[in-house]
């Protein structure tokens, strides 16, 4: 049997769904094929070097799936792209349509599984998809890291920089940084780790700070206290991450850091592992197993 993932991935987007998904497909590829699509290609070669996923490629556009899969394939779907119709479309096309959202109001539509933090009933798996690799002891050799996240197209990091040098900290580069960030960056930080080093980094950390929220769950499941830095008012994560022990910083505001950085709060890993993607990943199974 072959599962097959597809998540949005581009240069404005990041890859936090990308990091998600992938997390639920390493563990079922223990049992089944797996084959992972995502929008562009370099986050499908990221994704084999670095997320521990056996074959991936990019697809360009979301609706390209129907070029890979055929109609009664299984998929589990990790994007908001698509409108009204094409979502029945796609539950109409597969044999079995999985779709991943963390948006607290969204319910599951007939003939779907929905896999959701927040949500329990029919046609619910409920969990969070963190990498079960972050659970794993690991010495905290880096103080204080600093994510901005994946992706910064418009460059605001050139403005956050400068009121974080007195903080002493190292910086996480995103896997979208445009080439000329590191040497611009690098005079107000004590470190800077490509990305390429994202896990041993976040996994190293004591303190993390970060504008992504799937990376600041990557952090509680290390054992990292957490501060979150708010990028939009409505935030599908924010009931998770509060639950998870993640300080909310709201928008960036340095005194406001400062004020967080005093006064942590306490990561909440087991939170995480109640709702653990080793658990989701069962559940999937057993209802694929039921359904075929």
């Known amino acids: 049997m072959t599962i097959y993932f597809y998540a949005h991935t581009d240069n404005r987007t990041g890859l936090d769904r990308l990091r998600r998904s992938a997390a639920l497909a390493k563990e079922l590829q223990k049992e089944y094929e797996v084959y992972f699509m995502t929008t562009e290609f370099r986050s499908a070669t990221y994704a084999k070097q670095h997320l521990g996923i056996k074959k991936a490629v990019g697809i360009e556009d979301f609706r390209?799936?129907?070029?890979?899969?055929?109609?009664?394939?299984?998929?589990?779907y990790d994007s908001n792209e698509h409108n009204e119709t094409i979502h029945q479309e796609m539950i109409d096309f597969f044999g079995a349509f999985i779709r991943i959202s963390y948006d607290p109001k969204?319910?599951?539509?007939?003939?779907?599984?929905?896999?959701?933090?927040?949500?329990?009933?029919?046609?619910?798996?409920?969990g969070i998809l963190v990498d079960m690799d972050y659970f794993k002891d690991r010495e905290k050799s880096i103080d204080k890291l600093f994510f901005y996240g994946d992706s910064d197209y418009?460059?605001?990091?050139?403005e956050i920089a400068p009121q974080l040098k007195d903080f002493?900290?190292?910086?996480?580069?995103?896997?979208?940084?445009?080439?000329?960030?590191?040497e611009k960056l690098t005079p107000f930080f004590t470190t800077y780790h490509p990305y390429e080093e994202y896990q041993e980094s976040i996994r190293s950390a004591r303190?993390?700070?970060?504008?992504?929220?799937?990376?600041?769950?990557?952090?509680v499941a290390a054992g990292a206290k957490t501060i979150y830095i708010q990028s939009k008012e409505e935030d599908e994560y924010l009931s998770v991450l509060e639950r998870a022990g993640v300080k909310n910083l709201g928008y960036f505001d340095a005194t406001?850091?400062?004020?967080?950085?005093?006064?942590?709060?306490?990561?909440?890993k087991e939170y995480l592992q109640s709702l653990s993607v080793e658990k989701v990943a069962k559940r999937l199974s057993e209802y694929l197993k039921s359904s075929s």
Do not use: W
Not at 168 to 182: H, P
């Open 106 to 126: 969204d319910l599951p539509k007939e003939k779907e599984i929905l896999i959701s933090p927040y949500i329990v009933g029919e046609n619910v798996i409920n």
């Open 154 to 158: 418009e460059k605001r990091m050139l």
């Open 256 to 268: 406001h850091l400062q004020e967080a950085l005093l006064n942590p709060s306490v990561p909440n």
């Open 168 to 182: 002493q900290m190292e910086f996480l580069e995103g896997f979208y940084f445009f080439v000329d960030m590191e």
């Open 207 to 219: 303190t993390f700070l970060s504008f992504s929220p799937q990376s600041a769950l990557e952090a």
């Open 64 to 76: 390209n799936v129907g070029t890979i899969c055929e109609r009664g394939d299984i998929l589990v």
